[in-house]
């Protein structure tokens, strides 16, 4: 009997030992950031209300609400495509020759009225639904940049340059079929992951539950590269001087690839983007219509989105890739209109 006492009161004393031991670990961090934020308050305050942080957090907030809104578009139009639509849709409307179904699926980007962010996901979706890369790729560049809404908007804002709306459509164009056609000529499947996530038709479940999952997949995975593509499109412009900008101003050859580089870096939607580049007056019309053409194909957000959807591999090489023949399409077709 007094064995077993003395065995219950050595068993609670190692709980309560154990019991210290972890509320001091968990205690311990807690202590030390508060009195890091105590000795460090007024200058973090200050930080933050210095001009640089305040821009950043200006540009950063403003590319996330400008995506967010096309984001959930696009993952609503691939949660649409994955529940309802059967596969069979795809092979009927798309040549069966990845070569003829590129132009195809690159001219029907003119039906969906959203920027790159929503492109990703549809373009996602339509691979997991058999569609070739290619095409799919095709679809992926051309919709943000051809349809209905961008080209009004380019209108717009180019009052007195209408030729500019039709040199944006080709050139874009152009750059969209180019980029598929050299997809299938030199691409590799080990460059590309494809996206994983619900296809639909789950036996015994119903659309409505495939539609949720896919939708809620699909928004949270691209959800977070939107905001680190945001975060790093929001430091390359407060970190790089506007007077580095306007050296190159001066001359067409430097300004047409200056424009393309500062279209990645600013990470405008292609809905506004035409705005930002009629008030780059101090350009040619040919190098901002190269601004304009690679703005919604390739920029910061954009190489992440694609980086968590298609993989590292892919994102870098198809984004590079796709940067030069924007900007050789958007020399050409300025050449030959603008």
């Not at 509320?23 to 305050?45: D, H, M, N, S």
């Not at 007195?160 to 299938?184: C, F, K, Y």
């Not at 996206?195 to 949720?212: I, V």
């Not at 430091?235 to 900008?245: E, I, M, Q, R």
């Amino acid at each position: 009997m007094h064995g077993d006492v003395e065995a219950e009161g050595a068993g609670g004393l190692r709980t309560a030992a154990r019991v210290g031991t972890l509320a001091l670990i968990a205690g311990l961090p807690v202590v030390v950031l508060g009195g890091l934020a105590l000795w460090l308050g007024p200058r973090i305050t200050e930080g933050l209300d210095h001009r640089a942080v305040a821009a950043w957090r200006t540009v950063f907030t403003a590319i996330v609400i400008q995506g967010v809104p096309f984001l959930l578009l696009g993952t609503v139009v691939s949660a649409i495509i994955s529940a309802f639509v059967p596969a069979w849709v795809f092979t009927r409307v798309l040549p069966r020759n990845p070569a003829l179904a590129v132009p195809v699926a690159g001219a029907a980007g003119a039906v969906l009225p959203g920027c790159e962010c929503a492109s990703v996901p549809v373009a996602g979706s339509l691979m997991r639904r058999g569609v070739a890369p290619a095409a799919a790729l095709a679809f992926l560049l051309s919709a943000p940049a051809i349809n209905p809404i961008v080209l009004v908007a380019t209108y717009v804002a180019f009052p007195d340059t209408p030729w500019m709306v039709a040199a944006r459509l080709i050139a874009s164009l152009l750059t969209s079929v180019a980029m598929g056609w050299l997809w299938i000529r030199a691409g590799r499947e080990e460059w590309l992951r494809l996206p994983k996530g619900p296809t639909g038709h789950t036996p015994g479940a119903s659309r409505a539950e495939e539609f949720r999952v896919s939708l809620q997949h699909d928004f949270l995975h691209a959800g977070g590269f939107l905001v680190v593509g945001a975060a790093a499109a929001a430091t390359f412009n407060v970190a790089v001087p506007h007077s580095v900008l306007r050296l190159f101003s001066d001359s067409l050859w430097l300004s047409l690839p200056m424009l393309g580089l500062l279209a990645v870096v600013l990470a405008v939607c292609s809905e506004a983007d035409a705005f930002v580049a009629a008030s780059l007056t101090g350009f040619s019309p040919t190098a901002r219509l190269a601004f304009m053409v690679v703005g919604p194909m390739v920029d910061l957000k954009l190489i992440a989105l694609q980086s968590g959807t298609f993989g590292r591999a892919f994102a870098v090489r198809f984004s590079s890739a796709t940067w030069v023949m924007a900007v050789l399409c958007s020399g050409l077709v300025g050449w030959w209109l603008l």
